[in-house]
T-cell receptor
Framework: DQQVKQNSPSLSVQEGRISILNCDYT??????FLWYKKYPAEGPTFLIS?????DKNEDGRFTVFLNKSAKHLSLHIVPSQPGDSAVYFC??????FGAGTRLTVKP | NAGVTQTPKFRILKIGQSMTLQCAQD?????MYWYRQDPGMGLKLIYY???????DKGEVPNGYNVSRSTTEDFPLRLELAAPSQTSVYFC?????????????FGQGTRLTVV
């Protein structure tokens, strides 16, 4: 039973616009979440995280929002750049990953 | 600083052969993980270890074995390779699973079983 779910396999946005990637979880005991970014033929790299004591965490163009009541988190990228084109994974602290969302940012 | 190093990068195995995927980290991390990523799919946790001498099953452990005799090394053993084990394998390590930690991944091993 997958406890972290990314239901959108792909997302395409125009350069300069906002990208919103979503992640849902089922276990209300999860209290820390991480987003990773993966380019082809490379290992994933850590992007940003959020603790359940917060509802928002920002790092430059990347912001993660956490809605504990809905068991939902989202990653916002503003403005999106072509170099952001990659697969994005969310993960809970138990290191189980969602299926990923492939983001394509068009110039 | 090498981080997480996986060898080999590529390998072709015949059905029924065995092999060991090597993983080493130089960050003195306690936690290490093995994942597989099938084409177009996400990362599935195979095995993990919380320290030397301790290993535990992840989501998809069947057909694999691991050992953790040192903090640095976490090899993954495939016995009797099957076509279903064709995948890209990633090793990762982290300081722990407390707050403010993240995992560092190796570059992956692309395995084809024919």
């Amino acid at each position: 039973d997958q406890q972290v779910k990314q239901n959108s396999p792909s997302l395409s946005v125009q350069e300069g616009r906002i990208s919103i990637l979503n992640c849902d979880y089922t276990n209300s005991m999860f209290d820390y979440f991480l987003w990773y970014k993966k380019y082809p033929a490379e290992g994933p790299t850590f992007l940003i995280s959020i603790s359940s004591i917060k509802d928002k965490n920002e790092d430059g163009r990347f912001t993660v929002f956490l809605n504990k009541s809905a068991k939902h988190l989202s990653l916002h990228i503003v403005p999106s750049q072509p170099g952001d084109s990659a697969v994005y994974f969310c993960a809970a602290l138990d290191m189980r990953f969602g299926a990923g969302t492939r983001l394509t940012v068009k110039p | 600083n090498a981080g997480v190093t996986q060898t080999p990068k590529f390998r072709i195995l015949k059905i029924g052969q065995s092999m060991t995927l090597q993983c080493a980290q130089d960050m003195n991390h306690n936690y290490m993980y093995w994942y597989r990523q099938d084409p177009g799919m996400g990362l599935k946790l195979i095995y993990y270890s919380v320290g030397a001498g301790i290993t535990d099953k992840g989501e998809v452990p069947n057909g694999y074995n691991v050992s953790r005799s040192t903090t640095e090394d976490f090899p993954l053993r495939l016995e009797l390779a099957a076509p279903s084990q064709t995948s890209v394998y990633f090793c990762a390590s982290s300081y722990g699973t407390t707050i403010n930690t993240e995992a560092f991944f190796g570059q992956g091993t692309r395995l084809t079983v024919v």
